[in-house]
């Protein structure tokens, strides 16, 4: 058997680690050529020096003495900053780039790969939040394959598989609730950070849980469908389903339902985009349908939990709206865990970042660079603007 050549950006966050746990329960399947860290430098000396890639990338620069003592003596290249993103992604020999980054920081690195001809096993949803429209351009221009790794969207993935000829006629994202299903506005606005960290399903880094207790991970979701599996807004509904077992739907034109089920867990999917379009057998645990005597669905609360709505509004705008929004949502998410803002500010914020940078309809990357940046110092600024009213 061939071993698959990996790059994974991100090796040090939840879907990292996860990929890892993969990649180490089928060593004669792949082999990682390189693993790239933020700021866990610590971390990422133990991975290199398990997996022993070619090289690895620390894109925190005060970083790179320490990484780069540490595997003195290895034959691993040590590069630092994000730019070496950018050129890791397209070594010789690659077959396959895991996206695992948090937020924006994704994109460019995502986009050179796909220059490249590398697949793309994407779990950085914000790169089609913002620039869907230019990556997959990219993808259908350089023939590779973009496989989904966020639970939902490889569900519906897999539901679609043999479906080529069929027409979607709507996907339905299910989305858990998050530690806040049921309260209303007069609870919320007193949360902490630590509250909206338990989440009561998934293990996941703390910016994505505490966008599920927001619903705006759901949101970034909705538009990250519309590119994948090419929707419209109107074809993409959310439901909450409270035991996260059905993990997406997809509805065709005849009325017919399919559902992908199975455990909460995020290494099902990973594992699915690392040997697609194979199915490799594994001991992770098994769904129990005694575990779930019922299962139900509900709609989402749209007027407590505006970050959905305010996401589908991005995604009705389109252009760089959704990129202004991306953006707005990074830095209050930011300050929330600092206790910089409220909970319920978050999305004031948001709306108001939305309302205030000028709409660009076809925007280059140039423009969704620069509306990143602005968008953000406007979200910052907002933020301190409204420090005096958190309770």
């Given amino acids: 058997m061939i071993k698959r050549k990996i790059v994974l950006l991100g090796a040090t966050g939840s879907i990292g680690t996860q990929a890892l746990e993969v990649v180490r329960a089928h060593p004669n399947r792949f082999e990682m050529q390189v693993l790239t860290a933020a700021t866990n430098a610590e971390l990422l000396i133990q991975q290199a020096l398990e997996f022993r890639p070619q090289a690895v990338v620390i894109t925190d620069e005060g970083k790179y003495a320490e990484v780069k003592a540490a595997l003195t003596g290895t034959s691993i290249e040590v590069l630092a900053g994000s730019a070496a993103l950018e050129e890791v992604v397209q070594y010789d020999g690659v077959g396959l780039v895991i996206s695992a980054l948090v937020g924006s920081a994704g994109l460019r690195p995502t986009i050179a790969a796909i220059k490249a001809g590398k697949d793309i096993a994407l779990a950085n949803k914000e790169t089609l939040v913002v620039g869907g429209q230019l990556v997959m351009e990219l993808v259908s221009k350089h023939g590779v394959n973009l496989l989904p790794v966020d639970s939902e969207h490889s569900a519906i993935f897999q539901c679609l598989v043999g479906e080529s000829n069929n027409p979607i006629e709507r996907v339905y994202l299910t989305a858990s609730g998050g530690p806040f299903r049921g309260k209303d506005r007069a609870y919320l606005a007193s949360v902490s950070h630590e509250q909206a960290l338990c989440h009561p399903n998934w293990v996941m880094g703390a910016k994505i849980t505490i966008d599920s207790a927001t619903?705006?991970?759901?949101?970034?979701?909705?538009?990250?469908?519309?590119?994948?599996?090419?929707?419209?807004?109107?074809?993409?509904?959310?439901?909450?389903?409270?035991?996260?077992?059905?993990?997406?739907?997809?509805?065709?034109?005849?009325?017919?339902?399919?559902?992908?089920?199975?455990?909460?867990?995020?290494?099902?999917?990973?594992q699915y985009a690392l040997t697609y379009p194979n199915r490799v057998g594994n001991n992770f645990k098994r769904f129990n349908f005694a575990d779930f005597p019922s299962l139900t669905f509900e709609q989402p609360d749209t007027d407590t939990f505006r970050n959905l709505a305010l996401a589908y509004r991005?995604?009705?705008?389109?252009?760089?709206?959704?990129?202004?929004?991306?953006?707005?949502?990074?830095?209050?998410?930011?300050?929330?865990?600092?206790?910089?803002?409220?909970?319920?500010?978050?999305?004031?914020?948001?709306?108001?970042?939305?309302?205030?940078?000028?709409h660009i309809a076809k925007p280059s990357l140039d423009d969704y660079l620069r509306t990143d940046r602005e968008s953000r110092a406007i979200a910052k600024a907002l933020v301190i603007k409204n420090k005096t009213y958190i309770i």
């Fill in 314 to 358: 991005a995604l009705e705008l389109g252009g760089n709206v959704p990129c202004i929004l991306n953006a707005a949502n990074e830095e209050v998410v930011a300050a929330f865990l600092k206790g910089g803002v409220g909970f319920l500010q978050m999305s004031d914020i948001i709306e108001e970042t939305m309302a205030t940078v000028g």
């Fill in 215 to 270: 619903l705006m991970n759901k949101g970034l979701e909705v538009i990250e469908a519309k590119w994948l599996f090419g929707l419209e807004a109107r074809q993409i509904d959310v439901v909450v389903h409270p035991q996260s077992a059905v993990h997406s739907l997809v509805q065709f034109e005849d009325g017919s339902i399919k559902a992908q089920l199975g455990p909460a867990d995020m290494r099902l999917p990973i």
